[in-house]
Nanobody, 125 residues
Framework: QVQLEESGGGPVQAGGSLRLSCVHS??????VAWFRQAPGKKREGVAA????????YYDDSVKGRFTISQDNAKNTLYLQMNSLKPEDTATYYC????????????????????WGQGTQVTVSS
C-alpha cells in the first residue's frame, strides 16, 4: 500500500525559505514528484525526482529557486524552496506513480495514482 505524507508548510515572507518533506512508503518502483495547486487554479507540476539516475526536473517557474532531493534511508522526498514569492502560495502535494517519470510525470494530464494530503504554503509580500 502506497502512503505519502507531507509536512513543512506554513506562512513565510517573500524572499524566505521553507523545506517541505514527504515521507513515503510502498513506493518502490514509483517515480515521485511535487505538485501544487492554488485556489481557482489548475494543479501544476513543480519538481520531479527520478531515483534510478538521481535526475531532477523543474518547472521553469521554480528553476533556480527550488531543489528536490530524496533521502532513501528515510524514505523521504524533500523540496527546498528558497527566494519564495507570493505566487508560490499554494497547497503542495507529493505524488507517486509507476507509469510516469521525470518530465512525463511533471506534466501529466492523466490522473496520477498516489497523492499525499497536501501541505499549505502561504507567502506574504
Amino acid at each position: 500500500q502506497v502512503q505519502l505524507e507531507e509536512s513543512g508548510g506554513g506562512p513565510v515572507q517573500a524572499g524566505g525559505s521553507l523545506r517541505l518533506s514527504c515521507v513515503h512508503s510502498g513506493t518502490s518502483g514509483n517515480c515521485v514528484a511535487w505538485f501544487r495547486q492554488a485556489p481557482g487554479k489548475k494543479r501544476e507540476g513543480v519538481a520531479a525526482f527520478y531515483s534510478t539516475s538521481g535526475s531532477t526536473y523543474y518547472d521553469d517557474s521554480v528553476k533556480g529557486r527550488f531543489t528536490i532531493s530524496q533521502d532513501n534511508a528515510k524514505n523521504t522526498l524533500y523540496l527546498q524552496m528558497n527566494s519564495l514569492k507570493p505566487e508560490d502560495t499554494a497547497t503542495y502535494y507529493c505524488a507517486a506513480d509507476r507509469r510516469f517519470c521525470g518530465w512525463t510525470l511533471l506534466y501529466q494530464n492523466r490522473e496520477i495514482n498516489y497523492w499525499g494530503q497536501g501541505t499549505q504554503v502561504t507567502v506574504s509580500s
